[in-house]
């Protein structure tokens, strides 16, 4: 029994190891992501170097970059990947609070307005990782978002909620306005306002004629 015993304490104890690890390299890899992000943000493409990152992450060395992310493209596709989490995180209960078709309309509207207003500094990577070459690393996260909306405005469809039109037209036009706020929320325009007009903008030409 003790034989077994000790086994068991001994294999519990590397899978506790292997958290400890995972989490450790999961931390650094994060801290790297988001000095990557204030950089891009407050400096550019250009002077966001590994070596201006381990700076701004208070790391010692390049190496403890490249063992995670094997170039600068890797790291900026991680940097998309992390916009799109963080997106993802700060939408998800105000979604999932939502009931009907239309309610969940507005909902996505205003989070996603929401985000871009009280995001900024990943809002300004994205657009400078977008301008120098990095639209691949976006692009699957948008098709991904605008058939996610397909599928919401042909569930709506399905229950009577929408008129009849072509869902993927409509969602690639809803994400093409969600997106453009961004530069209208940096001249100035109240959040509020912007997703306000839009959820009405698109409560309108979703619903059925009277």
């Not at 939502?98 to 507005?106: H, K, M, V, Y």
């Not at 400078?128 to 709506?156: K, M, P």
């Not at 072509?166 to 209208?184: E, F, G, H, K, W």
Request: proline share 1%.
């Amino acid at each position: 029994m003790a034989l077994i015993g000790g086994d068991i304490a001994v294999r519990r104890c590397g899978a506790m190891v292997m958290t400890t690890r995972q989490a450790a390299t999961a931390a650094r890899r994060e801290q790297i992501i988001r000095a990557a992000i204030a950089l891009l943000a407050e400096r550019g493409y250009q002077t966001t170097t590994f070596e201006a990152i381990c700076q701004e992450a208070g790391l010692s060395s390049k190496r403890l970059i490249t063992y995670h992310f094997s170039s600068k493209d890797a790291l900026f596709a991680a940097v998309a990947d992390q916009i799109v989490a963080d997106g993802e995180t700060f939408m998800r209960s105000a979604i999932e609070a939502a009931t009907g078709a239309r309610e969940l309309l507005a909902t996505v509207i205003r989070a996603n307005v929401a985000f871009i207003a009280d995001h900024t500094p990943q809002v300004r990577a994205l657009r400078q990782i977008l301008l120098n070459g990095g639209l691949g690393d976006w692009e699957r996260h948008h098709i991904e978002s605008v058939n996610r909306l397909a599928r919401l405005f042909a569930d709506g469809q399905r229950t009577g909620a929408f008129r009849s039109f072509d869902p993927q037209v409509m969602a690639a036009a809803l994400r093409a306005s969600i997106d453009s706020t961004a530069t209208l929320l940096s001249a100035g325009l109240d959040p509020g306002v912007c997703a306000g007009e839009l959820v009405e903008l698109f409560d309108r030409c979703t619903r059925e004629e009277s």
